[in-house]
Each structure stands twice: as C-alpha cells, then as structure tokens.
C-alpha cells in the first residue's frame, strides 16, 4: 500500500507538488517546534489510520455485513457519547494548564492534572448506568441484536472519557506520544488482536464479541497511559498542596464542550440518521466510505492537537506578531496535506474500498461528495481551536450550533431519498457553511484572514 500511495503522489503535477513544498516551508523558525511536534501527529495518526482501516476491513469481512452494520452503530455511539462526557475538559487543559503556568499557580495545577481525572471518571461512570437504563427501557423498539451490544458500550465509555482527559493533559506537556498513541495506535492494534484470537479459538465474531475486544482495548489503553502519564506528571511537577477549582474549571470547560459537542454532532450524524431509514447493510457501506476518507479529518486533528495550547500561550503573553505567524503557519499545514491526501485517496477509492470486500466498491462515487465539505473545512485550519483558546468559545460553539442543525435538516430530507449519497451531500454542505461562518467570525472578532490562500494579520 505504501507503493500505492508514492505511485499516486508521483502522479501529481510537479506544479501542485512545487506549490505544496513552498506552502510548508515557507515558515518562520518560530514555528519550527509546530513542524517537529506536528510531523510526529502525522506519523502516528498515519500509522493509526493504517490500523483503522485494517481493523475496519477484517471486522467488515470476519463479521458480515449485517454485524459490521451493527456493531459501526454502537461504535459510534460510544466515540460520540465519549468524547462529550469530559465536559469538554480533554480540550481545555490546553487552555487552563498553560495558564497555571504562565501565573505560577502550582497548587491549582496539581490539583488540575489529578481533580479533572477522577472528576470525568466520576460523571461518565454515572451516565453510563443512566445510559443502561435508557438501553433496557428502550429494548422493545431496539433491535435484538443490539441490545447486548449497547450494553457493553456503556461499559466501554468510563475509561473512553478518562483517556480523553489524559490525552489533553499529556497534550499541553507536547507530549504528543503519550496522547494521541494509547487512543489510536495501542487501542487498535489490541481490537486486532483480540478479536483475532476470538476468531482462531473458534467463537464466533459478531457485533457482541466485536463490542467486548473493543471495550476491553480501550480500558488496557486507558490504564497504561495512566500509569505512564502518573510517572512523567512525578517527574514533571513538584510535590506539594492540591487545590481543586472545579467552579472555574467547568467555566471554562462548559463552553468549550458546547463547540466540541456541536462538531461531534456534526462528524456523526450522518451515519446515525442513515441507520434509521437505510438497512445496516447501507450503514456499513457508508462507514467504509468515511473510514477511508479518515486520513483528511486526521490532518485537521493533527493541526489542532499541535496548536492549541500554544495559542492559549502566545495570546497569554500578548505576543500578536508570534500568534499571527503560528495561524498561518498551521493553516498552510492543515490545507495543503489534506488537499494532497483527498487527491490520492480519491485516485485509489476503488481498490481501498474493495479491501473491505467486493460489495463495498458501489460506494466509491460517494467519496467524491463527501471529500468536497472534508476540503472546504481543512483550507481555514483549526480556527475553531483559535476561537477557544481565545475565549470566543460562544460564538463558536453558536457556529458550530447552526452548522448541526442544518446537517440534520438536510439528512433527515436527503436520507430517505438518497441514502449515502444524501448522508454525504448534507454533511458536506453543513461543512462548507460552517467553514464560511467561522471564518467571518475569525475575520471580525480578530482580524485575521484565515485562509489557506491569504495571509493573516492580527488585529492590534
């Protein structure tokens, strides 16, 4: 596959390829420490994409396509669920943990790197049994087959929220190893093996058994990068008294979780509303489509993982001109790669699809709708994380507000017609209409030009 990718990428006109290299060298040393610390996201979301993909052929072709269907639909139940449930804490420890710092408020950050933990586990474990009882008063209108595997979801979710948590504190240390591997590199390659070894010892491999390898992934990666995490935090932090604000850590958290909140919403509510009207057969198809279309998103979440807190720094200490060029500099890095990668795995839909088996391939016209809102997102960078690290969180969580909402409007009215094609014409639009309103904020609340193909300038 890699030889795939290099032949494809050699297919490209020298131009674009010219026009790409200027675009990510052209940066300052400032942002040197972006490029190292993005270059090696790119490397293990590359490498966890790889394993994503593979684990989503095997189970797509171990389980058959009705399970697949299923067991795609509690998945993302659980990403969705999940990465709510921390109060948006896992996204503002980028923002409070440099603040501590910069103020030299040491007592508050211990208590921080400890308090957040213990307090999202607290509330998603309560949630999930809330959760529970909401699967068992709703099982005569769900279906048999996935009830048992909803269950197991709730399970799943606790130690889902806390590895959230702990990858934004390991984040805003740039100990980007530690946070982005446990999630997607370690926590797959465990779904690929137990559900491996389920295979080889005889049992059989639907959605259930597809649920327990997946739930039982993501405690033993949540569990090891605590452990890790709680030695580096020794090293890293003096010893000493614990304050807990957690009045002030959820008012800054609230916000931020009502912009995380909408952008889930967004990013999974096509499948969702596809499960309703089209058969799991259809859902698993579409999952396919996205999956495959993954490693565009992974670039935009690259970006955003490197950055964020380093805007909460830079706008701490007043330095405009540095905060200017590290916008744009991040920008350059979320368009061009992304415009790159859509053009290959567009060039390769057909046979990337087939891996997941023949009956896949009729969703290779699909991939070229949903690539367009992937693109138009990507050539504005991770302006939304700017917008929160900045204290705009509310007009950005009313953007991102606006965006949902009409990707429901539009999936529940194209859906039924159209299925995955629908599914895709809608989140595409409600994405090219997001990009449009952020943009606009951006540009007013603070002067930047966020665009891939301008130059940004902050307001003084």
Known sequence: MAAMDAQAASSLPPSFLARLRSKLAGASSEASLTQRLAGTIFIIRVVSAGLAYLSQILLARWMGGSDYGVYVYVWTWVLLLGSMMDFGISASAQKI????????EHALLRGFLSGSRWMTFA???AASL???WVVKALAPWIEANAIVPLYIGCITLPAFVVANTQ???ARSHDWMRLGLMPQFIVRQGLIIGITAGALVLGFHLGATAAMIASAGAVWIAMIGQMLVLNRRLALHVEPGARTYDFRGWLAISLPILLVESFYLLLSYTDVLVLQQFRSSEEVG???A???????????????SATTAHRFAEYHALGDKDRLSAYVAHAINWTFWPSLAATVVLLAMGKPLLWLFGPQFVIGYDIMFVAAIGLVMRSAIGPVERLLNMLGHQHICAAAY?????MNVVLCVVLVPRFGGHGAAAAT???LGFETVLLFWIVRVRLGLHVLAFGKAAVQQ
Not at 295 to 303: E, P, Q, T
Not at 401 to 405: E, K, L, P, S, T
């Open 285 to 287: 198809v579409y999952f």
């Open 123 to 125: 509330v998603s474990a």
């Open 97 to 104: 943990i440099p603040e501590y710092r910069a103020a030299g």
């Open 428 to 430: 595409s639009i409600s």
């Open 167 to 169: 990858d934004g504190i």
């Open 401 to 405: 507000a606006f965006a949902f909402v």
């Open 289 to 303: 489509v996205v999956k495959t279309l993954a490693l565009v998103s992974f670039i935009h979440y690259a970006m």
């Open 130 to 132: 809330l959760l529970a």
